[in-house]
């Protein structure tokens, strides 16, 4: 691939594409690990509150404690980069006022965090590569068009699932044929699954709880979707998806058989197949056809193309490098939403409940279309965290922003309303919800 050809190129002239990681957590840290040991590309700062756990991670991909130089200060930052030096710091935005930085890397998973890095990375002109579909399903589409404006690129990862994803439908429409289905490969749903009920599998697999709970309980995979649906144009059929039982056999009969190749184009995700991602494209070309049968791709007019593997951080930092070399994003809105992920409740919920978000005990998130999302007033996921209801809602019951008051503003809530604004989209007549007066409350 002419990208390994390039990034060896870089290395060769001693001029590496320099990459800042902010969050050194599971994913952080063996991005910074594999971009260590990558020709072409080095992990120049991480960035993390927890100080330690930044040096760590530098420790950890091969970096002498000698050749770490910590600190806060940008100059003093810039200074140690120029001798060759890594950074470790605590300040978050350290990165974006580092002019040799060449992208930024965050991998928080954090929806506030995510905001605040890719304002400061784009106001900074800087590419910004987030391992942070959070963000980008809650506003993304308005961050893409300042990057746009910016001339930089704002996108998420290859490597995650809707990377992936987004790779195998350009190669399918770049070799010609027509996407109907854009998949993902889901194992386990557990709907309510809590912090609580996945801490066991969290602390065995060194991840916060609240990620292993969003990943249980679906909505990690709902936010994928619509991320997806956001960059290629292809909305959910319904609301959170059919979920069909299948196999990677029985996949392309499953799905004609419930009639779901008639609603595409869609994203879509199946249960059974423990993993990986995949695209059915159409055909009814008889060359084609005739072809296929002949490599072994069935019969038609439908083909299933299948990739295995989810490799997150051995795959990120490839993104990177399509951002400096290239300006080309791995995935990224399009434009206006086409799909949201909205809040349902996860148990019965009393009038005065601040809800805790993505991963908690209260709601799970589940994609819908953009214009179902306006219709019905629906609260995006990403904002869940941010309010408290002002109603009981019954356990698997939509949260709209009428049953609910926002107790604080910040970034994320701007944002999603300057979003909404240019777009139009999620909350119709609700869009002026989240500018109403904040309560005070407990948080």
Known sequence: ?????????????????????????????????????????????????????????????????????????????????????????????????????????????????????????????????????????????????????????????????????????????????????AGNCKGVLKRYATPETQAAFAAANNLQPWIASAAADGTKMNIEQAIVANATGMPPAVRGMFGPQTSLETLLADFERLGLFGHGPIVEYTMGIPNGTFVVVRSHDPIVQADFRYLKMGDGPHYLFYRPNVLIHYDAPLSAAEAALYGAATITPLGAPVAEVTTFAKRDLPAGQRLDGIGGFDCYGLAVTADDARTDGLLPIGLANFVRTTRPVRKDEPIPYDAVEFVEDNQVTRLRRQQDELFGSASGQAASQPSAPVVSGPA
Not at 37 to 57: D, H, I, S, W, Y
Not at 79 to 89: E, I, K
Not at 111 to 133: D, M, Q, S, T, Y
């Open 1 to 181: 691939m002419s990208i390994f050809l390039d990034l060896k190129r870089r290395e060769r002239e001693g001029r590496p594409v320099r990459v800042a990681v902010v969050g050194t957590g599971y994913f952080g840290g063996g991005l910074i690990r594999r971009l260590a040991l990558m020709p072409g590309l080095q992990p120049a700062v991480a960035a993390n509150r927890t100080l330690e756990k930044a040096v760590g991670a530098l420790r950890a991909a091969g970096v002498e404690r000698s050749a770490i130089e910590i600190c806060d200060d940008p100059g003093r930052a810039q200074a140690a980069l120029d001798r060759g030096t890594y950074v470790a710091t605590s300040l978050l935005t350290l990165p974006t006022h580092l002019p040799s930085i060449d992208v930024v890397m965050e991998a928080t998973g954090d929806v506030a965090v995510g905001v605040e890095i890719a304002l400061e990375a784009i106001g900074r002109r800087k590419h910004l590569v987030a391992a942070n579909p959070e963000t980008q399903c809650t506003v993304g589409s308005l961050l893409k068009q300042m990057a746009d404006e910016a001339g930089v690129v704002y996108s998420d990862v290859d490597g995650d699932q809707p990377g992936i994803i987004k790779s195998l439908y350009d190669y399918c429409v770049g070799i010609g044929l027509t996407p109907v289905v």
